[in-house]
């Protein structure tokens, strides 16, 4: 499914292009004449080891194909991935074009001046496609992974100017093991109640894993608590930036990820993304709830045991329903030399017709106009539930401020794995670490 190999170098040219050169339609005059310039070039890119990337690493011979562009793709773990591209993107010139970021890196690049502000590529009639429909990109996608200097700094409003594209964007969704709740006559929960009563009796009676998790220390399992933070009404600050998280929704969204560990598949404290995505695909638990992109990896991922047994509901309603907002999109890098072949190259894959071929591939769709194909719902039937649950994606599910890395991966990282392995009881867990939450926002200026 998706390559352990740290650091992968491939060239997409050559002879890739005389297997899938001949059977490509020709790109109209225009296009060419758009792309005429840069043929020759080679854009490199940045992504991670993830499903959507699977299947865009399928689409690029069709790419060079069409522009005479060439790719190299540099693949990374996708915590390592961020290294590497800061120490890249804060050289003079960037070795890097185009990068894939988590939408919480975003703040922290644009303060860093690490990524370029994308209006002046698509208003340039030079490189922008006329055809490219913006407005038919996800809404909610395109607020919560492109825009910066916002209200808070990263939501839509006045100040908002668009840095990035969606491109791997998520929301969440429960994924549940249909034939194994036929069997033993269990209803998929509806409720964080009806959620928490299921845990027990599903491991019981299925032997296997009640709900896959990630629960790595830091980022993973600080990801996973934030998925019952907010469906339980949680804040992590209040508008004066003072901390909220300890509370009792905090408490209670800790001391459930704690009993989905005791319940779940072994090796969740060690689990990534990767990891918990891999147990509901080999049949080790019975239900996921986490990112939409387990839709592709079900279908398509090598791993997948569990292909025609698999149905999808709403993330679970707790004081409210309020599912990820989050993901991946794609950036060009400020300082470097190839930027408009990188935005030819954004913008081919974010296109209507790549997000059609990506999904196909296995993917996650970015756009209004492939959720509402009667033809991509008919093959994809799971599209009905995307659409509706991207009606509650929160956009302030976690505060995607420059800081927010440093208290990630830094305190509240190490207090979420305390409370759910037990080390330490929740509410002592979250309450240590007000003061050094409150310190690192005092000390960038936020009071």
């Known amino acids: 499914m998706i390559s352990k190999a740290a650091s992968r170098r491939r060239l997409l040219a050559g002879s890739a292009l005389a297997v899938f050169g001949s059977a490509l339609p020709l790109a109209s005059s225009r296009a060419q004449d758009r792309h005429a310039r840069f043929k020759g070039q080679t854009v490199a890119f940045s992504v991670p080891d993830h499903p959507h990337f699977d299947a865009m690493l399928k689409l690029l011979p069709q790419f060079t194909a069409e522009t005479g562009i060439k790719v190299d793709v540099a693949r990374d773990n996708i915590l390592r991935m961020k290294h590497v591209q800061m120490a890249e993107m804060a050289k003079p010139q960037s070795s890097l074009d185009l990068v894939t970021y988590i939408v919480t890196w975003k703040g922290e690049y644009v303060k860093k001046k690490l990524i370029a502000p994308l209006e002046g590529f698509f208003a340039n009639r030079q490189l922008a496609d006329p055809d ?53 006559g269990f209803a998929p929960p509806r409720t964080y109640v009806e959620l928490a009563d299921l845990l027990g009796p ?34 992590f600050f209040d508008d004066q930036w003072i901390p909220l998280f300890h509370r009792k929704e905090g408490v209670q969204a800790l001391e459930l990820l704690r009993r989905i560990a005791e319940t779940g598949p072994k090796g969740i404290p060690q689990f990534s993304y990767n990891d918990m995505l891999a147990s509901f695909l080999q049949g080790e638990s019975a239900m996921y709830l986490d990112s939409t992109a387990v839709f592709g990896a079900v279908r398509s991922s090598p791993l997948s045991k569990v292909e025609g047994k698999v149905s999808y509901a709403l993330h679970p309603r707790g004081t409210r329903y309020a599912s990820q907002s989050g993901g991946l999109g794609l950036a060009i890098a400020r300082n470097s030399a190839r930027s408009e072949a990188a935005f030819l190259l954004l913008q081919w894959l974010t296109s209507k017709a790549q997000d059609k071929a990506v999904v196909r591939h296995g993917g996650g769709p970015s756009r209004v106009s492939t959720l509402a194909d009667a033809d991509m719902v008919r093959q994809f039937p799971e599209f009905i539930t995307l659409k509706e649950q991207l009606r509650y994606s929160e956009p302030d599910w976690r505060p995607i401020i420059p800081e927010w890395d440093d208290i990630n991966t830094g305190p509240l990282g190490a207090a979420v794995y305390q409370g759910m392995t037990g080390a330490k009881p929740a509410d002592k867990a979250l309450g240590d670490i007000v003061r050094r939450v409150n310190d690192i926002m005092a000390a960038a200026g936020y009071r």
């Open 132 to 184: 490219y429909a913006f407005g038919d990109l996800v809404p909610r996608y395109v607020q919560n992974i492109g825009l910066v200097g916002g209200p808070k700094g990263y939501l839509p409003g006045p100040g908002a100017k668009l840095y990035g594209v969606p491109y791997g964007a998520e929301t969440s969704v429960l994924a549940y093991r249909r034939d194994l709740f036929e069997k033993h």
């Open 202 to 235: 599903l491991h019981d009676k299925t032997g296997m894993g009640a709900l896959t998790s990630r629960g790595q220390s830091g980022h993973n399992c600080v990801h996973a608590w934030l998925l019952h933070f907010n469906a339980l009404g949680g804040r």
